[in-house]
């Protein structure tokens, strides 16, 4: 990440007072908010989660750990520690050391995840590890996947994932141009190195499987374990076949839009340009974004490997110059169920200011045709605390919720993005938007009313008479037998209540077993039947006898049982 020198910081403080007149962008009315879910941390730079943990993040610190955040408790614990392999950094500044994290899409089988860090000789890698038991990463399951020569300490890049819905193991990786300024080696537009591209790698192989031998391609084979994709454009032709994109500077921080597939790229500009590039979901790749011959939309070099100028360049949809910001952080589309008015908003941000803005109208083949909205102000100060602000990474959990992370030596931080006032969406008190559960089907919600069964039990007792923790209504449902005299009840929880409901106590309801309104029994309710209760009018015969005249089954005959046959009349006991 191209987190520039020291000087060019200073310009930040003189500056602010003029991003709100340079700014186009008008801010809508306020409907966001931040918590602050972790602070005191030593220089965390990336959040993300892992398939099937929906209730941790996963977050990375610069010098080499990985750490696991329960988010229902906010409880910290360390994944794994990479800091004996991974360049030991201690200052903001420095832009090297452990940068990316990617879990493999089948991890909740396999335990594989992926790492871009940094080595202690200064080169460029991605590894395989594995973990060894839940919530814990083995160091001693590496895989080196691939290793970069690096010619200077800036300009790493280092995100990493896979594409929504993956099946075949394709990861993709940002690199940088190498470092130094304005792209010395040309490695933007040279096919024949990796730095300033991205990439896209096959990490299973033939059959799908990581780990497996066929992983290079070659049963038996001491190659990287990984192949390339026959659908990458530059497979049979000209350039390297890992090259998915190039013409990349600094990509800092890239993402997939996990409703779409659409990829977005956020390149940190040299000089005068911040840019956010866009990839549609059905791209075959081959993409040019032009870096460094152009930054942003305007010529950077035309000399080297830029004359003539290539025309093949796909130009940013949005730039913002120097006025407004100095390192582009790309972010996430909201994909969440939290906050509906910022659904389909692409988030992006700032380092040097501390700016968020958002765009709508994101889709799977064209960028997001919304104007921009400056979000800064909605989301400071944060709830509980802190500051937003030296944002090096946005971040997104497995309910499709933001995160903002802040970079900082010893005082880094990490936000959820929430409604305005955070207003009670959290019936069960664990932290997570109960819409959130619902949508991963991780919380029953049996009548399918949007609200928790547990939390409609916990308001009214009375919604789960027999204390099974599930809605009476459901389980009548689901069993109409439950419920014999049709009347909404647990048969059940009557007789519980009323043990004469039951006289003879075999738990079916005596109603049910008799045919209310058949005063003589013959299975019909007819005028016989009146005549039955007439003859036995006042007569006691008592619970559990099923006596003449008796159309109620109540062991008495009266008024009621002239009732009981009227309401039945002319019907037939059921069989």
């Known amino acids: 990440m191209n987190r520039?020198?020291?000087?060019?910081?200073?310009?930040?403080?003189?500056?602010?007072?003029?991003?709100?007149?340079?700014?186009?962008?008008?801010?809508?009315?306020?409907?966001?908010?931040?918590?602050?879910?972790?602070?005191?941390?030593?220089?965390?730079?990336?959040?993300?989660?892992?398939?099937?943990?929906?209730?941790?993040?996963?977050?990375?610190?610069?010098?080499?750990?990985?750490?696991?955040?329960?988010?229902?408790?906010?409880?910290?614990?360390?994944?794994?520690?990479?800091?004996?392999?991974?360049?030991?950094?201690?200052?903001?500044?420095?832009?090297?050391?452990?940068?990316?994290?990617a879990f493999h899409p089948g991890y909740e089988q396999n335990g594989y995840f992926f790492v871009y860090y940094t080595?202690?000789?200064?080169?460029?890698?991605?590894?395989?590890?594995?973990?060894?038991?839940?919530?814990?990463g083995n160091?001693?399951?590496?895989?080196?996947?691939?290793?970069?020569?690096?010619?200077?300490?800036?300009?790493?890049?280092?995100?990493?994932?896979?594409?929504?819905?993956?099946?075949?193991?394709?990861?993709?990786i940002s690199t940088g141009d190498g470092g130094s300024g304005g792209d010395p080696n040309q490695a933007g537009q040279n096919l024949n190195t990796l730095l300033g591209k991205m990439l896209r790698i096959d990490v299973d192989g033939a059959d799908n499987t990581p780990g497996n031998d066929d992983d290079d391609g070659v049963i038996g084979s001491a190659n990287a374990p990984y192949t390339n994709p026959p659908t990458n454009p530059f497979v049979g032709i000209t350039g390297l076949d890992e090259i998915w994109a190039y013409g990349l500077r600094n990509a800092?921080?890239?993402?997939?839009?996990?409703?779409?597939?659409?990829?977005?790229?956020?390149?940190?500009?040299?000089?005068?340009?911040?840019?956010?590039?866009?990839?549609?979901?059905?791209?075959?790749?081959?993409?040019?974004?032009?870096?460094?011959?152009?930054?942003?939309?305007?010529?950077?070099?035309?000399?080297?490997?830029?004359?003539?100028?290539?025309?093949?360049?796909?130009?940013?949809?949005?730039?913002?110059?120097?006025?407004?910001?100095?390192?582009?952080?790309?972010?996430?589309?909201?994909?969440?169920?939290?906050?509906?008015?910022?659904?389909?908003?692409?988030?992006?941000?700032?380092?040097?200011?501390?700016?968020?803005?958002?765009?709508?109208?994101?889709?799977?083949n064209a960028a997001p045709t919304g104007a921009e909205v400056n979000r800064?102000?909605?989301?400071?100060?944060?709830?509980?605390?802190?500051?937003?602000?030296?944002?090096?990474?946005?971040?997104?959990d497995a309910f499709g919720e933001l995160y903002i992370v802040r970079h900082s030596t010893s005082a880094g931080e990490i936000f959820r993005i929430v409604p305005q006032g955070n207003p009670d969406l959290d019936c069960n008190n664990n932290n997570v938007a109960d819409c959130g559960e619902l949508a991963l089907g991780l919380v029953a919600d049996c009548n399918n009313n949007s609200q928790l069964d547990s939390c409609e039990i916990a308001g009214n007792a009375g919604l789960d008479c027999d204390s099974?923790?599930?809605?009476?209504?459901?389980?009548?449902?689901?069993?109409?037998?439950?419920?014999?005299d049709n009347n909404q009840q647990l048969d059940s929880c009557q007789i519980a209540a009323d043990v004469n409901a039951d006289c003879n106590a075999n738990l079916v309801l005596d109603v049910c077993e008799a045919c209310t309104g058949d005063a003589n029994n013959d299975g019909v309710r007819n005028f016989s039947d009146i005549?039955?209760?007439?003859?036995?009018?006042?007569?006691?015969?008592?619970?559990?006898?099923?006596?003449?005249?008796d159309a109620d089954h109540n062991g008495i005959v009266n008024f009621g049982d002239v009732t009981a046959v009227l309401g039945a009349f002319a019907t037939n006991c059921p069989n």
């Not at 988030?347 to 799977?364: I, K």
């Not at 099974?468 to 014999?484: G, K, Q, R, V, Y």
């Open 468 to 484: 099974n923790t599930l809605l009476d209504s459901c389980e009548i449902t689901s069993n109409p037998a439950l419920d014999c």
């Open 119 to 136: 080595s202690t000789s200064g080169t460029q890698v991605v590894a395989r590890y594995q973990r060894s038991i839940p919530g814990v």
């Open 376 to 396: 800064t102000t909605d989301l400071s100060p944060p709830i509980g605390g802190g500051s937003i602000s030296s944002i090096a990474s946005f971040g997104e």
């Open 252 to 364: 800092w921080r890239s993402s997939f839009d996990r409703a779409t597939g659409a990829l977005y790229i956020a390149d940190v500009g040299q000089s005068a340009w911040e840019e956010l590039n866009f990839q549609p979901a059905n791209s075959a790749g081959g993409q040019n974004y032009g870096w460094r011959c152009y930054e942003g939309n305007v010529v950077f070099n035309s000399t080297g490997t830029c004359s003539p100028l290539p025309t093949n360049v796909t130009f940013p949809f949005h730039v913002y110059p120097r006025s407004a910001g100095i390192s582009v952080t790309g972010g996430y589309v909201y994909r969440g169920c939290a906050i509906p008015a910022i659904q389909g908003h692409y988030f992006y941000a700032d380092f040097g200011f501390a700016s968020v803005w958002s765009r709508s109208g994101a889709s799977a």
């Open 4 to 101: 520039r020198a020291a000087t060019r910081l200073l310009t930040v403080a003189a500056s602010a007072a003029m991003l709100t007149a340079v700014s186009a962008d008008t801010a809508s009315a306020q409907t966001l908010d931040t918590v602050r879910i972790a602070s005191g941390l030593p220089l965390p730079l990336y959040v993300t989660h892992a398939p099937g943990e929906p209730y941790y993040i996963y977050f990375l610190q610069k010098q080499g750990l990985i750490r696991r955040l329960d988010l229902r408790t906010n409880a910290i614990t360390t994944f794994i520690d990479l800091n004996p392999v991974v360049l030991d950094v201690s200052t903001v500044n420095d832009e090297r050391g452990l940068l990316g994290l």
């Open 531 to 549: 005549t039955s209760v007439l003859g036995a009018f006042n007569t006691n015969y008592g619970l559990c006898i099923l006596g003449e005249g």
């Open 139 to 172: 160091p001693g399951s590496a895989t080196i996947v691939l290793n970069m020569a690096d010619p200077f300490s800036n300009h790493n890049g280092g995100w990493m994932a896979f594409a929504p819905n993956d099946t075949q193991g394709f990861l993709y």
